[in-house]
């Protein structure tokens, strides 16, 4: 039983959340709060599994994120929903909350074919290279998207939240608070499971020293392009979430700004420990949120003693000063993050036989 504990007081908290959600106890703003979190969350770990595990420097993560947007949102449309794009919907609208799983799984194909892409050329590059190409995929994406009219090109996609209404006609809950907490769970699941596995140790053996992994029989092509479409194909369930809880989406949204938030969050955390990003992420959305009410009260303070022309609103400038100024003093004074290479568990020996995913 105790082997389960994590995996049982994450379903209890979960559940709780629902609940709470459903009677009215949280408000949109909360709900979206908390659901934004789990995004990051997934976002985070999977791009931590390249980063931090595999140690190469992925600087266009969010491309990926994109991809999924994209897919799940046409998918989400077209299957379930009446819209002037494809007409009338291919499937039943009450079949939504059975099949939006799918739409989910989809998503993070064709985003994971996008990484399969990225992984191909970085077999022989490292470093700076990698991280030359991975901006590259970054901006290809969004030019790509920008340039296809038929999905909105730069004016962006919406129409998801009729899937919701659709999930809602059948059984009205908080179905999107429930899929984020699925999938959050179901990814650092997937994660954990892979990273201890016998075929995962590849992995950190590819960071510690990719010519000795080789020389020991581990295939450093396979490894590295199977961490890839795993770390690009959450990223695009992530993407995918996150344009349902919207309603809408645009590729902007994913620019570099995106990655870099992946990469704070990462680096917060510790290369190489799935908690320490799962609490950088957590503390990074509130972080977000805080400068979200904390900026424009500055904005407010320093027109009343006229430091600033009324014109200019300091809280669309700073927030993206101070993300990545984040980084920077991270990688100064603590570059291997909260908890490094190690789990919670490592600094709470106790509590080990308790928090462990199985």
């Known amino acids: 039983m105790q ?6 007081l994450f379903v209890a908290g979960a559940v709780c959340l629902v609940l709470a959600a459903q009677a009215g106890m949280l408000d949109n703003y909360v709900l979206t709060v908390l659901m934004f979190m789990g995004i990051n969350v997934i976002f985070a ?10 140690g190469e420097f ?10 999924g947007a994209y897919v799940g949102s046409l998918l989400s449309v077209a299957c379930f929903t009446t819209n002037k794009l494809f007409g009338a919907p291919l499937l039943s609208p009450e079949s939504a909350p059975f099949l939006f799983p799918l739409v989910l799984l989809a998503a993070g194909l064709a985003a994971a074919l996008f990484g399969l892409l990225v992984a191909l050329p970085s077999f022989h590059t490292r470093g700076d290279y990698l991280a030359i190409i991975t901006i590259a995929a970054n901006y290809i994406i969004i030019s790509i998207v920008e340039n296809i009219d038929f999905i909105g090109g730069p004016r962006g996609f919406s129409g998801m939240k009729r899937t919701m209404n659709a999930m809602n006609g059948v059984l009205e809950i908080p179905w999107m608070l429930i899929w984020v907490l699925v999938v959050t ?26 010519i000795a992994a080789e020389i020991m029989g581990v295939d450093t092509n396979r490894v590295k392009t199977m961490a890839f479409m795993v ?9 995918a979430l996150y344009a ?13 700004l995106k990655s870099t938030e992946g990469m704070v969050m990462v680096y917060l955390g510790g290369m190489g420990s799935l908690s320490g990003v799962i609490m950088a992420a957590i503390a990074f959305t509130l972080l977000v949120e805080g400068l979200r009410f904390a900026l424009p009260a500055l904005d407010g303070l320093l027109h009343n003693l006229n430091l600033l022309p009324a014109s200019y609103e300091v809280s669309q400038v700073w927030k993206w000063v101070l993300i990545p100024l984040c980084l920077v003093l991270l990688m100064q004074f603590r570059p291997e993050g909260l908890l490094g290479n190690r789990e919670l568990s490592h600094y709470f ?8 995913l199985k």
């Open 231 to 239: 770390s690009s194909g959450l990223a695009g369930v992530s993407g």
């Open 349 to 356: 020996p106790r509590l080990r036989r308790f928090f462990t």
């Open 185 to 210: 769970f179901a990814s650092i699941l997937i994660l954990h499971r892979l990273v201890t596995s016998t075929y995962g140790k590849g992995v950190p053996a590819v960071c510690q020293n990719e």
């Open 45 to 54: 770990t999977s791009l931590g599994l390249v980063n931090g595990y595999m």
């Open 244 to 256: 349902h809880v919207y309603g809408y989406v645009n590729a902007q949204a994913f620019n570099i």
């Open 58 to 67: 992925s600087c266009g993560h969010a491309g990926f994120m994109c991809v």
């Open 3 to 8: 082997r389960y504990s994590i995996n049982i």
